[in-house]
Structures are given as C-alpha cells and as structure tokens.
C-alpha cells in the first residue's frame, strides 16, 4: 500500500497549483482519499476528500471556493486543484486514504499516509 504525493513548489500569491496523489494497493482503490497539510509550528488539518467513486466531495472551510479534488481512477490518481493561493497556504501537503470522506477529517483516523509536498507561496 502506497501513496505518493508530489506537485509541490514554490509560487507567487495569486497563482494556482495542482498536487497530485498516486496510490497503489489494496484497499485504496476502495479508500476515500483525503488531502492534509501542515504548516511549521501547527498541527495537520484537513482541507478536502473524495470517496472511493468520487461520488462524495467535500472542501474544508478555510479554503472552500479556492481549492477543489477531483479523482482519476483509471490513473490511480487524486488531484488537489488549488487556486489564488496565498502565503498562509504555505506547508508540507500530505494525502492519505480512509474508508470514509466525512466533515470532520481526524487525521488519526485515516489509515494510510504519503509522504508529503511541500507548496511554498511568496508574496
């Protein structure tokens, strides 16, 4: 079981950026697969997930209207789709699978875990 996010860089405050999530092995082909990050000094939040079928999406509020998912199953693929990003979004992006693509996105519920990108957003 793997995952690998990549698709990081550095970019000016106002452009856009899309990460990409591969994932191989059973079960995250049947696995929701959400994105993460964190900042230096703060703790890992959720920003958006996607059930297996892509059927179920949801963007977490602190960047709802800015970033979108979207999941290319036959590429074994989930891409985070971020737009006029801003210095605050600066961090390490992580996507990890679980079961489920719920609201509350608890980071110690979800069962496997990338290795990170970094995004770094100049003013």
């Known amino acids: 079981v793997q995952l690998q996010a990549s698709g990081g860089g550095l970019v000016q405050a106002g452009e856009s950026l899309t990460l990409s999530c591969t994932y191989s092995g059973s079960p995250l082909d049947y696995y929701a697969i959400g994105w993460f990050r964190q900042a230096p000094g703060k703790e890992r939040e959720g920003l958006a997930c996607?059930?297996?079928?892509?059927?179920?999406?949801l963007v977490k509020d602190p960047v709802k209207g800015r970033f979108t998912i979207s999941r290319d199953n036959s590429k074994n693929t989930v891409y985070l789709h971020m737009n006029d990003l801003k210095p605050e979004d600066t961090a390490v992006y992580y996507c990890?699978?679980?079961?489920?693509?719920?609201?509350?996105?608890?980071?110690?519920?979800?069962?496997?875990w990338g290795q990170g990108t970094l995004v770094t957003v100049s003013s």
């Open positions: 990890a699978g679980d079961l489920l693509c719920v609201q509350a996105m608890k980071v110690d519920e979800y069962d496997y």
């Open positions: 996607i059930s297996s079928s892509a059927g179920m999406k």
